[in-house]
């Protein structure tokens, strides 16, 4: 079992070394569009390594829908890696929201940090229920989100924040954890 474990974490960790090769710290943070593929890339394949309730889903034939909070261009680059895709049976749909907009049924939130304030109040929002949140800033994690992007050695890599997680409900795979830069308890 040790050993399926540990090939399954080996592809998973392989999988995300070939997108975080993809990112490069060439153009501005902000107007890097490879960065943007590689974060719609990641943000898909997370759907895979994450276990929602059945409960967080209205029917069985229910979409995972991934919302994104402050990045308009991350949204549009998230729809067009993601159309027509499925994640464990599900088909996937993103939804782009507008300031202020509640998440609503989302499974996946991105907020984006750079706007402090209105990531605070969109973490805040969904904070104990089954949404796994992500966001572009490791700040972001004392403001309670449960994953964070961060680029380290010209590469795109993600943070856990396990004691976020933990509320929610939600059960992040073994594989994705190990595929992390850094997991950490978090700030419940």
């Excluded at 004691?163 to 994705?176: D, E, T, W």
């Amino acid at each position: 079992m040790d050993d399926l474990r540990r090939r399954g974490a080996l592809r998973f960790a392989a999988g995300c070394l070939a997108l975080c090769l993809v990112a490069t710290a060439g153009a501005a943070r902000a107007e890097n569009p490879l960065e943007r593929e590689v974060k719609a890339a990641y943000l898909y394949k997370f759907g895979s390594f994450v276990e929602w309730p059945e409960s967080s889903f209205a029917r069985p034939d229910s979409p995972l829908e991934i919302a994104v909070a402050g990045d308009d261009a991350l949204a549009d680059q998230l729809a067009r890696t993601v159309g027509g895709r499925q994640v464990g049976g599900r088909q996937i749909a993103v939804r782009k929201l507008r300031s202020g907009e509640a998440p609503g049924a989302a499974h996946i939130l991105f907020v984006s940090g750079h706007d402090r304030a209105a990531a605070a109040e969109m973490l805040k929002s969904v904070r104990g229920q089954p949404v796994l949140t992500v966001s572009d800033t490791e700040e972001s994690l004392a403001l309670g989100c449960m994953v964070a992007f961060v680029v380290s050695a010209n590469k795109m890599r993600f943070l856990v924040a396990l004691g976020q997680v933990a509320p929610s409900r939600l059960r992040i795979s073994a594989r994705m954890l190990a595929a992390a830069l850094r997991v950490q308890p978090g700030v419940s």
